[in-house]
């Protein structure tokens, strides 16, 4: 025997439903207004700047090498020296104050290597004020 329940004096049926409709409404108003907006966001598109390749390297460079394992190792004059990233900078500014103008720095890393490690040897030579730094690249030709 179903549930009864009086007020007011007549007898009424309990409902134990929740009313979806209004739910499903809103659902699809979501829907429209989220397939009407989702082709006019712009895509994730970068402009990644262009960098142009010289045409000779510089007469005199310092190379910063970036092993895999994490080492540093600047090759200046024929010299190679094993330093940490603090050192890098201020041993890279010492190198080029003493040489001419056209001289820089390259920087060359082992391509399974983080691109922060790159990154971070990169702001350490700009932070000890080099003025010219370039990046080895290996030709895929």
Not at 72 to 88: P, Q, Y
Not at 99 to 108: P, R
């Amino acid at each position: 025997m179903p549930a009864l329940s009086s007020r007011g004096g007549r007898n009424r049926r309990t409902v134990n439903e929740i009313n979806m409709v209004p739910f499903i409404d809103v659902m699809l108003v979501l829907l429209i207004i989220f397939m009407v907006t989702a082709p006019m966001l712009t895509p994730g598109a970068i402009n990644v700047p262009s960098a142009g390749k010289a045409s000779r390297t510089p007469p005199k460079r310092a190379d910063v090498l970036l092993a895999q394992d994490g080492s540093i190792k600047l090759r200046m004059d024929g010299n190679e020296r094993t330093l940490s990233l603090k050192e890098l900078g201020p041993a890279a500014r010492q190198w080029q104050d003493g040489q001419s103008e056209d001289s820089a720095v390259l920087i060359s890393a082992d391509k399974k290597l983080p691109f922060e490690t790159v990154m971070a040897a990169m702001s350490q030579l700009q932070t000890a004020g080099v003025k010219r730094v370039a990046f080895g690249v290996k030709s895929s030709q």
